[in-house]
């Protein structure tokens, strides 16, 4: 049996390792110093055990199931939970900002019936950037348990925020592990994927210090994985899930409808109708009453700000090509959202020409234009390119599910499997293999 998956395990763990001592030494947020701290004493240990698994004879892959849990609990829950009880027990600096925005917006939703302030209000406040609600209505579901029971280790939005991403894995590795007679994704693909979303150093940092966006990428893997189960009504109402907590999630809802559209046109009819019925609920029951309730302030808080007209400014400011551009070219503040419109025009018709045949190939479709939208929009974080991190991740159980299943074609028109086959291949993807 080959050693390579260990070795990767291997280095992974020990620049993972590499990564956590260096961000507790340099970094200037105190959360993510903590957190350094912590998980370095969990990868580095991650990396002693890869290496001694590596001198044991035959298959090894439970022992490598058991070092992914157990490094997922020390860089993950373990530092999560520490600063969420220090914090609870009133010591500062234990949250990034967005984890005091969404339990806020959870008090004004349970207080007003909408999650936002007004503009004139926001600038009227001591610290107006934590005034500001960036987030779809649904995102204030999150910080209802703390408006409603108070400020205890376990009504931190960010335990909320892992669970339920973790529910989400689960339910997504149980829909590719079983697929009606065939077979579904392997072992090791999904290992590769739960250490892509549970131990990959910007996923475990996120969960343990802000959190957000974990659940919203979550729900696009779920809705992935319906897609692939052909349940087009479920997929819809997972990643509208998704965009009812973040505009992230809009991008992918549209691969994931292209998707659809093609499943449909080999023969699933009604499949798009569905699709679009499953993500309408969602949206609709979180957006329709706050713009009902407080138009303005979605306004003020969604759209303005998101576009840099608020009274300040987005702390979302990498240096990537599209916060370069627009602080550095002349003109940039129109040259960056017009490269990012261009690019959504290119990878639009790019899906019409070509739409993704399988859950896998949207996937990959997602992670791209995600990617080329993080790195053109003219406020951005080098964190949000956890989004193609999880769904490279992802994709490989996805694509495994598909060239393992035997059932694949049936019931698909003679005249459609070339064209599906040039798209998944005929049998079981090299660069799945090379990954188990």
Not at 32 to 59: E, M
Not at 348 to 359: G, M, Q, S, V
Request: proline content about 7%; hydrophobic content about 55%; glycine content about 10%.
């Amino acid at each position: 049996m080959s050693n390579r998956p260990l070795m990767i395990d291997l280095a992974f763990y020990a620049v993972a390792a590499l990564f956590a001592g260096a961000t507790a030494l340099w970094t200037t947020l105190e959360p993510h110093s903590q957190w350094g701290a912590i998980a370095f004493g969990g990868y580095l240990p991650a990396a002693i055990c890869a290496a001694v698994l590596l001198t044991q004879p035959g298959a090894v892959w439970r022992g490598r199931a058991l070092v992914a849990a157990g490094t997922a609990v020390a860089v993950t829950a373990m530092p999560l939970a520490f600063m969420a009880v220090d914090r609870a027990n009133g010591v500062t600096g234990r949250a990034q900002e967005e984890v005091l925005v969404v339990e806020s917006s959870g008090a004004r939703l349970l207080d007003t019936g909408s999650p936002y302030l007004h503009a004139d209000a926001i600038a009227a406040l001591p610290e107006p950037l934590l005034g500001y609600n960036p987030y779809q209505p649904g995102m204030a579901v999150f910080g209802l348990p703390a408006a409603a029971f108070g400020e205890h280790w376990w009504t931190d939005a960010r335990i909320w925020f892992l669970l339920a991403a973790a529910a989400c894995a689960a339910a997504a590795v149980d829909l590719l592990r079983r697929r009606p007679g065939g077979l579904g994704a392997g072992k090791g693909p999904l290992l590769r994927a739960f250490q892509a979303m549970f131990v990959f150093p910007v996923c475990a940092l996120t969960f343990a210090t802000g959190g957000d966006d974990m659940p919203v990428v979550a729900l696009i893997v779920l809705a992935l994985a319906y897609a692939h189960r052909d349940r087009p009504f479920a997929a819809g109402l997972a990643v509208g899930a998704a965009a009812a907590l973040k505009l992230f999630a809009w991008p992918a809802a549209v691969v994931i409808g292209f998707l659809i559209l093609h499943q449909a046109a080999q023969g699933t009819r009604g499949g798009l109708r569905r699709y679009l019925g499953g993500f309408a609920i969602p949206v609709a029951v979180t957006m329709v009453p706050v713009l009902l309730l407080d138009a303005r302030g979605f306004f003020d808080n969604v759209i303005a700000f998101g576009l840099g007209h608020g009274v300040v400014t987005s702390p979302a400011r990498s240096p990537l090509p599209g916060f370069l551009i627009a602080e550095h070219v002349p003109g940039g503040g129109l040259i960056a959202p017009a490269l990012l419109g261009l690019a959504a025009l290119v990878i639009a018709a790019l899906l019409w020409t070509r739409p993704p045949a399988t859950a896998a190939s949207a996937a990959l479709w997602c992670a791209a234009g995600l990617s080329t939208a993080f790195l053109l929009m003219p406020s951005t974080r080098f964190g949000y390119l956890l989004y193609p991190v999880v769904l490279l991740g992802w994709w490989l159980p996805l694509r495994d599910a598909v060239a393992g299943a035997p059932t694949l074609f049936a019931g698909v028109a003679n005249e459609a499997v070339d064209e599906l086959e040039h798209e998944t291949g005929p049998g079981p993807s090299m660069a799945v293999e090379w990954w188990r």
